[in-house]
């Protein structure tokens, strides 16, 4: 006797669903022909009815790598920015000429080390480095870690006892001459890693580094007779009269953002000089607190430029067509060419709404100085009015008296004789 191993047509798995059948007679003298109305299952190896093909996940890797590469970059031109602001490396030369410039040493090791590893966080995102550019930058990047070692140590002050401070050790003030050694090795590796790593691109960065300054051939072709603000907020109105700038807009534009730039400008996010005049305005919209103090968030200088693009279209009824605002923040030059425009249109339409207005020839510091001025300005003109009124009062008194005065002496001379 056979076991149903032996026979799998018997198994429940290969039988057949039953089907209904009919008899179909279209023709008498035809036989006739049988309609299946039914399904059987399928064969083996075959698709199942009704089965659909799962759709293609999508892609998030890629994305997400693209995005933390352009944060990583972003955090990468911040910190450096930020070392070189603790070093003094741009603008410590020419202070250094008329006064000594003190260097936080605690402020330049913290910054210098951020920078080291921000770097090497965005090499990781870089596809297209080299092993040789990799290997440049490492070296270079051990020699700056050896340098700042021994800074820490020659500046530590070991004359204060360790346990009255808590975070850690208490260092020397030092100064920007005694510093030039140290600055030369950061050099280098600045250098390197434009060459390598940022700025390798020429096509993309032409003449671009943070080391580098204007020549004199440069400084006659963009020369503008930019006049710095004497503080923040001085009431600069040098931008008004557009035949001040010549033909360098840029200057204008300038200058005229240098009027209303706020008093804490250099602590503050970035781009926050643009929605100033926005804040000054009748409608105040597109300074958000949340997003442009908030340093960590994602984008932060690439949300704080399209929220500003955005207040400045609901505020001026303006619109930015065309505008990256990715390569903007990159620094490339398409995205100059970006800002440019930016820059063109908005400060084109709020000037000619404030020289319109006249109300630049009353620049208040803040809110609050503003209501202030406005008031004292206010009192001195009703008060000069006073006087004035007064004055004429007096004067048509006096005038009167006298004529009064005149006629009396006149008659009484009359009578005498």
């Known amino acids: 006797m056979d076991s149903p191993l032996d026979s799998p047509q018997n198994t429940l798995r290969h039988s057949t669903i039953p089907t209904i059948s009919t008899s179909s007679f279209t023709d008498p003298d035809t036989s006739p022909k049988q309609i299946n109305r039914g399904y059987t299952l399928p064969a083996p190896g075959s698709p199942k009815r009704g089965y659909k093909k799962p759709a293609k996940p999508r892609e998030f ?20 920015q930020a070392m070189l602001d603790a070093w003094s490396m741009v603008t410590g030369e020419v202070k250094a000429e008329a006064d000594p410039v003190p260097v936080d040493v605690l402020a330049a090791i913290e910054t210098t080390t951020k920078t080291i590893q921000s770097v090497k966080n965005y090499s990781m995102f870089k ?10 930058i490492r070296a270079a990047a051990l020699e700056v870690l050896e340098m700042i070692s021994n800074l820490e140590k020659d500046h530590r002050d070991d004359d204060t006892d360790d346990s009255s401070s808590e975070d850690g050790h208490i260092y020397k003030e030092s100064n920007y001459r ?3 050694s140290q600055r030369e090795i950061l050099k280098k590796y600045l250098i390197i890693v434009e060459d390598c790593l940022l700025f390798d691109d020429k096509n993309i960065y032409p003449n671009v580094s943070y080391l580098r300054t204007s020549t004199d051939d440069e400084r006659k072709g963009n020369d503008a007779p930019i006049t710095p603000p004497l503080s923040p907020g001085h009431p600069n109105s040098d931008w008004v009269d557009p035949d001040h700038f010549g033909d360098n807009k840029i200057a204008r534009y300038h200058a005229f953002l240098e009027a209303h ?3 804490k400008s250099k602590q503050a996010a970035d781009y926050i000089p643009l929605p100033d005049p926005l804040r000054r305005s009748k409608r105040p919209f597109g300074f958000i607190d949340k997003i442009h103090d908030d340093t960590s968030r994602t984008y932060r200088a690439t949300e704080n430029l399209k929220f500003f693009m955005a207040a400045s279209k609901f505020r001026f009824d303006i619109k930015y067509d065309d505008i990256n605002v990715t390569e903007v923040v990159k620094l490339t030059n398409t995205g100059k060419a970006h800002l440019e425009k930016i820059l063109e249109i908005f400060c084109e339409k709020a000037m000619q709404e404030l020289i319109s207005t006249g109300s630049y020839k009353q620049y208040p510091l803040s809110r609050v100085s503003s209501m202030y001025v406005h008031d004292a300005s206010s009192n001195s003109q009703i008060q000069l009015q006073k ?4 004055a004429i009062n007096s004067e048509e008194l006096a005038s009167a008296v006298k004529a009064k005065l005149f ?4 008659s009484s001379g009359e009578d005498s004789s």
């Open 387 to 390: 006087a004035k009124l007064a």
């Open 61 to 80: 890797a890629k994305s997400a790598k693209k995005r933390q590469s352009v944060l990583a970059l972003a955090n990468c031109h911040a910190d450096i």
């Open 178 to 180: 005694s510093l030039d």
């Open 127 to 136: 596809e297209d480095l080299s092993d040789e550019s990799l290997s440049k």
């Open 407 to 410: 006629v009396q002496s006149n």
């Open 261 to 263: 730039r706020p008093s």
